[in-house]
Structures are given as structure tokens and as C-alpha cells.
């Protein structure tokens, strides 16, 4: 990322302004939002900035604006880069809405350069920004709270301890000889075991479960040996080779990033080989904190949440709060599978700093109870605490309370946010994050939550004015 231009306006856009040319009312409405948040796009700008020698120098690169409300298109319209960029480039209100006018739009590689260079903590801060926004237009008063937990996937294949072995080896079989080919020269010190570990690897998976008693056991020995072999040919190519030197610069970044893969790889196949030791052949219950499940997501946690229809996912949990507006005013992506009851009183001093005050109802499912947490909603001040008991036996003051219309209500308001969540799955890309890495994991969900903040606050400054607009009878 470099200095970003100033674009001038065009006799083409001057005519297509003549002709009325307008955006979607939605999209206008963002528009006309985020051009009164000088704040947001210079914390953006920062993040574009970061770790330029001299950002004002050099070729010109996508604006702060440009970087924003492309990211926050991409979510509204639930593209990936090569759409978003031909759609830009191919219609000219969506020029204008992502500040592109009669320019030309880069490829999307730039995109998805940009992007990446955004923080989790950027889109954090903007979408703290944009709810105090919502705040002081009057549009959100806080005074009701919904809170739930989802996983988002990340984009790995089920894994198991066979499919992880070829992995490891096929991964680094394909690394070095991406090394030998920018060497110039074959390396002796390895050979190609892929066949060898492609063969074992489906016999496991077409073992009957009559057969595996019989016959897993010694197939998975022979795949951990060819792993083991494999994984240390390729530390013993990279430790003949350090000393090596490519011909030009480019080629010398190309060695030393191999390098650092085969490394990282080898380090991962050996947590795979060790984990497929102890609960195979030793018959060791492995814990879910120790495990890998996948080569190329290694922060993948697996997510156990009693759902009948998937009992196991493989992502990331995370924690959604949202308002009776239907803004999401708060969202984390957690580590490991953490129990729901952790994340109620954090929210509930968190809506405290936003709004100045708790909200009046608070509403969970019942994997959110604990008598703390009753007794914690209580002292806040919260007039309907809304949270289920879970497990045990109800007291008959507790069965009068649920069975009570308000309580009944707060549970119907309390469902909203399931819909919400459908939103973001199905509407802005949140099911599956395709990107790779912790950091671009958390991006995703920072977007879509964003994006979906800016949708609502456009649905409710339209209602408002039509309102407005509308005749006295």
C-alpha cells in the first residue's frame, strides 16, 4: 500500500451526475453515513500506513475510503474479490458508492492486499463508532439486550488422523521440490513417499468396521513410518541447503520463505504424528486442546455444542450481543469452547460503558444460567432478567416466574437473535470464513458484524424519514 491520489472529477462524471444517476436508497444511505465519519477513515488510513517507510511516496494505492466502503460492499453483496472488483468495475453507482468514479479499478489481488492490512482491533474501534453513532442520532436507547453464542467455521476438510499423515507428507513433498526447482538442481537427500502415503491412506478409509480391529492398526503404522521419514528428509534438506545462495533477490526471498514453510509444516506434522501415535496405537484419549486438526488452520478449535444435527464443528466459537434495534453491539472470537455462563456479566459492563446505563431486559438461552449470573443482572439493575434455569429441579417461585407473560415475552424477544445470526451466515459471509489465519478469521467476522451494523442504522434513518415525509391524516 502506498500514497493514496486525489481524484478529480470527470466531464463523464459530471454527466452522469446531470442525468440523475443515483445508488440503491441502502447503499445511499450508508454512503451518506460513512462520509460523516472523518474518524473511520482515518483510523483505516493508519492501518494502511503501518510499517511504510514513507507513505507519501511511491505508486498510488487504493484510498482509506476506497479500502472501507469496498470491504463494507463485499459484505452487503456477499462477493469474493474477483466479483466485487468486476462489479465495480462494470457499474457506476457502485462506483460511486466505493469512491471509484471514472478512474480505473484495480485488479483484485489489490483488494485483497488492502484488506488484509486491515486489524481486527481497526474494525473493532469503527464498529464501536458506528453503535455511539446510532446512539447519538437517536436511532438505538439501549434498553433491551439479547446475547448468543454461534461457530464459524474455518475452511478445512473433517479431519482425521489419516487424512492429517498424507497431508504432512504431501505438503512437504510439494515445498521441497518447489526448493530443489529454485536451487536448480535434485536433491538426493529426499524422496517422494506421497505414493506410498496416498495408498495407506485410503485403505484406511475403506476398512469396514469389521476390518479395523483387524487391520488399522498395522496400516497405521506403516503411514506414521513414511511420515516420520518424510518429515525428517525434509529437516535434513533444509539443514543441507541453509548455506545455499539464489542467483538474484527475488529468488534469495524465495529460499529463505521456503525454508521457514518446510519448517512450520515439519513442526505441525510432527504434533500430527504424535497425536496419531497416542490415540492409536497406545489407545490414549487425547485432549481437544493438544490436538491439530488441521495443517493449514492449526488455531482451528473443534466445538462440541450438543447440536443433534452437528455434534462436531470445527471453527471458532463466537459471542454476539445485540440490541432491540437490531444492532450487534458487541462480538469476541473465542479461544477453545468455553462454557456461555463466562460471557454475562463481561456483557453486561460492556452495555453499561456503551449505552451509560443497563438494559432493562437481558436475554439468553438457558446455556447462559448460573445463579450468579441471575444475582449479577440483578444488581446491575436489570428489571427482567430473562435467562432460563438450566439443569435441576425449579423451585416453584422460578416456575411461576417463567411461565409469566413478561417473562414469555422477553424469551420471544430473546429468539431475535437467531434470525440475526442467519443474517450474517447466509447474508454476509460469516457461515465459513475462506481466508486463511487467526488474524483474517476475526477480520471476516469484524466485516460482517459492520456491515451489518451500517444495513440496520440505513433500514432505521429510512423508516424515520419516511415517517416523516408522510402526510397527517
Known amino acids: 500500500m502506498s500514497r493514496t491520489p486525489d481524484w478529480q472529477v470527470s466531464f463523464a462524471d459530471v454527466e452522469f451526475m446531470r442525468q440523475g444517476v443515483f445508488l440503491d436508497p441502502t447503499l445511499q444511505t450508508i454512503s451518506d453515513f460513512l462520509d460523516q465519519q472523518e474518524e473511520m477513515i482515518e483510523k483505516v488510513r493508519r492501518d494502511l500506513e503501518r510499517g511504510l517507510k514513507n507513505p507519501h511516496t511511491g505508486r498510488s494505492g487504493l484510498t482509506p475510503a476506497q479500502v472501507l466502503r469496498s470491504l463494507v460492499l463485499m459484505r452487503v453483496k456477499n462477493w469474493d474479490y474477483r466479483e466485487l472488483r468486476e462489479r465495480i468495475n462494470d457499474g457506476y453507482t457502485l462506483r460511486r458508492f466505493a469512491d471509484f468514479l471514472s478512474p480505473p479499478v484495480p485488479q483484485h489481488q489489490a483488494f485483497h492486499r488492502a484488506f488484509n492490512r486491515l486489524t481486527p482491533q481497526t474494525l473493532r474501534t469503527v464498529k464501536e463508532w458506528v453503535v455511539q453513532a446510532a446512539v447519538g442520532l437517536g436511532l438505538e436507547d439501549g434498553q433491551k439486550l439479547r446475547v448468543d453464542t454461534t461457530v464459524v467455521e474455518t475452511d478445512i476438510h473433517h479431519p482425521t488422523d489419516n487424512t492429517l499423515l498424507w497431508d504432512t507428507v504431501r505438503v512437504l513433498t510439494r515445498l521441497v521440490g518447489q526448493l530443489a526447482q529454485a536451487l536448480g538442481r535434485r536433491l538426493k537427500a529426499?524422496?517422494?513417499?506421497?505414493?506410498a502415503a496416498r495408498r495407506r491412506m485410503y485403505l484406511i478409509q475403506r476398512l469396514t468396521p469389521s476390518q479395523r480391529h483387524q487391520q488399522q492398526t498395522q496400516i497405521y503404522r506403516q503411514l506414521i513410518a513414511v511420515t516420520e521419514e518424510v518429515v525428517a528428509n525434509a529437516r535434513r534438506v533444509v539443514k543441507q541447503t541453509e548455506k545455499a545462495r539464489a542467483k538474484s533477490l527475488q529468488n534469495e526471498a524465495t529460499l529463505r520463505s521456503l525454508r521457514s514453510e518446510i519448517g512450520r509444516y515439519g513442526e505441525l506434522g510432527e504434533r500430527v504424528i504424535s497425536q496419531t501415535r497416542r490415540r492409536v496405537l497406545e489407545g490414549e484419549q487425547v485432549p481437544s486442546t493438544e490436538k491439530v486438526y488441521s495443517l493449514f488452520e492449526p488455531h482451528t478449535d473443534l466445538i462440541k455444542r450438543g447440536k443433534a444435527e452437528t455434534p462436531l464443528e470445527f471453527g471458532h466459537k463466537v459471542f454476539l450481543a445485540e440490541s432491540a434495534q437490531g444492532l450487534i453491539t458487541q462480538y469476541e472470537v473465542l479461544s477453545?469452547?468455553?462454557?456461555d455462563p463466562i460471557h454475562v456479566q463481561p456483557s453486561l459492563q460492556h452495555h453499561c460503558e456503551t449505552f451509560g446505563h443497563p438494559p432493562n431486559l437481558y436475554g439468553s438461552d438457558r446455556g447462559f444460567h448460573s445463579p450468579d449470573n441471575v444475582q449479577a443482572c440483578q444488581r446491575r439493575g436489570v428489571q427482567l432478567v430473562c435467562i432460563p434455569q438450566c439443569g435441576g429441579k425449579k423451585t416453584p417461585r422460578q416456575e411461576a416466574y417463567e411461565k409469566s407473560a413478561a417473562f414469555k415475552k422477553g424469551q420471544r424477544f430473546r429468539a431475535g437473535i437467531e434470525g440475526r445470526i442467519s443474517v450474517l451466515f447466509r447474508g454476509r459471509g460469516m457461515k465459513?470464513?475462506?481466508?486463511?489465519?487467526?488474524?483474517r478469521f476475526?477480520?471476516?467476522?469484524?466485516a460482517a458484524v459492520l456491515t451489518n451494523n451500517l444495513m440496520r442504522i440505513a433500514a432505521l434513518l429510512t423508516s424515520s424519514s419516511s415517517r416523516k415525509k408522510r402526510p397527517a391524516a
Open 190 to 195: 529426499f524422496h517422494d513417499r506421497t505414493r
Open 336 to 339: 477453545g469452547n468455553p462454557n
Open 432 to 439: 465459513r470464513c475462506r481466508a486463511q489465519g487467526r488474524q
Open 442 to 446: 476475526e477480520l471476516l467476522v469484524g
